[in-house]
């Protein structure tokens, strides 16, 4: 099984890393905002699902699912942070910190998917040369994917 970094805990992110969690894999769940982690780690969730508060909860009680502020070495990391709108265009400066966060963790062999929905090019022309920087190459040292996320706000599981 994988060690996976899953990075926002909101709507996409939190059933992402429970149903991870508990197909046997170990899943750190990395969110910016104190009250989410703290919620999470009191057993409160924080994300309108039905039944997800039951799976978050078996999740953790597994020892599969942990909830951090900052992300670690992991051999995939699944970025779900927010892309408001700002007029026609998307705020992607979530995704860009995101990317940021995970960059020095990145091994050869890690695969990165980038689940917010973007405009296209954004992996390619933003989250691309940010994982770079890590001194690796996308493609031949670590995989980069996109793989928008098309759920039912509440209705993922
Ligand atoms: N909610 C939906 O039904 C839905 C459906 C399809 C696509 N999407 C897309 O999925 C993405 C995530 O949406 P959501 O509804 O889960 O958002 P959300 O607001 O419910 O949750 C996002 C979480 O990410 C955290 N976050 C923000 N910046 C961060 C960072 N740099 N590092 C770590 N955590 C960070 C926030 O604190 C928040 O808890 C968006 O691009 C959205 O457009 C959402």
Known sequence: MAKVVVVGLGYIGLP??????LSGNDVV??????????????GNIPVREKDLTAIVREATRSGRLQ????????DYFVICVPTPKIGQKADLAAVEAASRSIASFIRRGSTAILEST??????MNLVRPILESSGLMAGPDFHLASCPERVMPGNIL
Do not use: F
């Not at 992402?16 to 969690?21: G, R």
């Not at 909830?67 to 992991?74: L, Q, R, S, T, Y």
């Open 29 to 42: 769940g990395v969110d910016i905002q104190p009250k989410v982690l703290e919620a999470l780690r009191s």
């Open 16 to 21: 992402t890393a429970a149903m991870l969690a």
């Open 67 to 74: 909830v951090a502020d900052c992300p670690e070495i992991a």
């Open 118 to 123: 973007v405009p296209p090019g954004t992996s």
